[in-house]
Every structure is written in structure tokens, then in C-alpha cells.
């Protein structure tokens, strides 16, 4: 092997359109431990034991609710059955609260004029105008048709008045909605 001099060019030589060290990017490090499964969506053990902790919560609020309670709620949520386990599933993994939507559009029906409480109900969808029934059902004393019509615009009709006169017991319907809140 020869011996290489200092004026002999290096072994090795970037092509001339490679980028010069100041030209380049730096590069991102990555980010390691907790911070790297937060940036990529993963629960860090902190985050899953406080959700394990909330779930755990809730059940337990569902255990402690009557059964009435707790059979409204699953018809409000959707829960295949009254069950704790049911219920729980069903609470902390839907994204809204049925009842909160069921609630906001009592508010409307009953703070409106009695035109403006028609054409609510006519705009509401068939499971919308069944979560408003079992509400005002399960709250009030108010008498509400058990089936109500296909066509909006005769349900509407049929539950204005009714839903317009209910006198809900805002206590209970506070803490069904403390049940269904994650």
C-alpha cells in the first residue's frame, strides 16, 4: 500500500451536487420513552391506569343506581342490557350522551313558540323523537303516545303539546345525566 500525502484528495470525495454539512437538514432525533408513545397515539401507563380508573368509577355508580335507573339508561344509550357491564361499556365508549341531545331538545320544544316546537320536532329523526319520548316518560307525568308515526310532520303534531306541557323532575333527570356523564 502507498502512502497517502497531503496533497493527494481524499479517498473519499461526496459528489459534486451532495449537500456541504451546512447545507443539510438536521435531522429530528426521536423521541424516546413517554413522549414518543404520546406523538404516536399509544396510552403511557399514567394515562391508561387514569382511564382504567374512571371505568372502574363508573361501574361502580352503576352498581349503586336502581334498577329502574339503570334499564333507562340502557334504552337511552343503546346498552344491550341493564348490566353493569353493559352499561359501562356502552357509557364510556360512546362519543355524546344521548340524553344530552334528548335534554337540549326538550329545552327548545318547551322555551319556544308553539310554531317553532312543530317545526323542531319535524326536523328530528326517529330515534331523536324516541329518546324524547322515553325522557319525558320516565321524568314527568305527562302522557305520551307509546308509538308514535312514521311520517315527521304527524309525529310532530302528536308530541307538541304533550312534550310542550311536561313537567320534568329536573332532580332525577340531574342524576341520570351524572350516570351517563364519563
Given at each position: 500500500?502507498?502512502?497517502?500525502?497531503?496533497?493527494?484528495?481524499?479517498?473519499?470525495?461526496?459528489?459534486?451536487?451532495a449537500?456541504?454539512?451546512?447545507?443539510?437538514?438536521?435531522?429530528?432525533?426521536?423521541?424516546?420513552?413517554?413522549?414518543?408513545?404520546?406523538?404516536?397515539?399509544r396510552?403511557?401507563?399514567?394515562?391508561?391506569?387514569?382511564?382504567?380508573?374512571?371505568?372502574?368509577?363508573?361501574?361502580?355508580?352503576?352498581?349503586?343506581?336502581?334498577?329502574?335507573?339503570?334499564?333507562?339508561?340502557?334504552?337511552?344509550?343503546?346498552?344491550?342490557?341493564?348490566?353493569?357491564?353493559?352499561?359501562?361499556?356502552?357509557?364510556?365508549?360512546?362519543?355524546?350522551?344521548?340524553?344530552?341531545?334528548?335534554?337540549?331538545?326538550?329545552?327548545?320544544?318547551?322555551?319556544g313558540?308553539?310554531?317553532?316546537?312543530?317545526?323542531?320536532?319535524?326536523?328530528?329523526?326517529?330515534?331523536?323523537?324516541?329518546?324524547?319520548?322515553?325522557?319525558?316518560?320516565?321524568?314527568?307525568?305527562?302522557?305520551?303516545?307509546?308509538?308514535?308515526?312514521?311520517?315527521?310532520?304527524?309525529?310532530?303534531?302528536?308530541?307538541?303539546?304533550?312534550?310542550?306541557?311536561?313537567?320534568?323532575?329536573?332532580?332525577?333527570?340531574?342524576?341520570?345525566?351524572?350516570?351517563?356523564?364519563?
Amino acid at each position: 500500500m502507498s502512502e497517502q500525502t497531503v496533497l493527494d484528495p481524499p479517498l473519499h470525495t461526496d459528489p459534486p451536487d451532495a449537500e456541504t454539512p451546512a447545507e443539510r437538514k438536521p435531522r429530528k432525533r426521536r423521541a424516546t420513552g413517554a413522549k414518543a408513545s404520546a406523538k404516536r397515539g399509544r396510552p403511557t401507563a399514567r394515562t391508561a391506569k387514569a382511564t382504567l380508573l374512571r371505568i372502574a368509577s363508573k361501574a361502580e355508580e352503576i352498581a349503586e343506581t336502581d334498577d329502574d335507573t339503570r334499564l333507562l339508561a340502557a334504552e337511552l344509550t343503546g346498552a344491550e342490557t341493564p348490566g353493569i357491564a353493559d352499561l359501562t361499556t356502552t357509557i364510556m365508549s360512546s362519543k355524546t350522551s344521548p340524553l344530552e341531545a334528548a335534554v337540549a331538545d326538550l329545552t327548545i320544544i318547551q322555551a319556544g313558540t308553539l310554531p317553532e316546537a312543530v317545526v323542531h320536532l319535524v326536523g328530528m329523526s326517529q330515534p331523536e323523537l324516541q329518546a324524547l319520548t322515553r325522557l319525558v316518560t320516565a321524568f314527568s307525568t305527562q302522557d305520551l303516545p307509546g308509538q308514535l308515526p312514521a311520517k315527521s310532520t304527524d309525529a310532530a303534531l302528536m308530541l307538541v303539546e304533550p312534550v310542550r306541557a311536561a313537567v320534568i323532575d329536573d332532580g332525577a333527570l340531574q342524576r341520570l345525566i351524572r350516570l351517563l356523564a364519563k
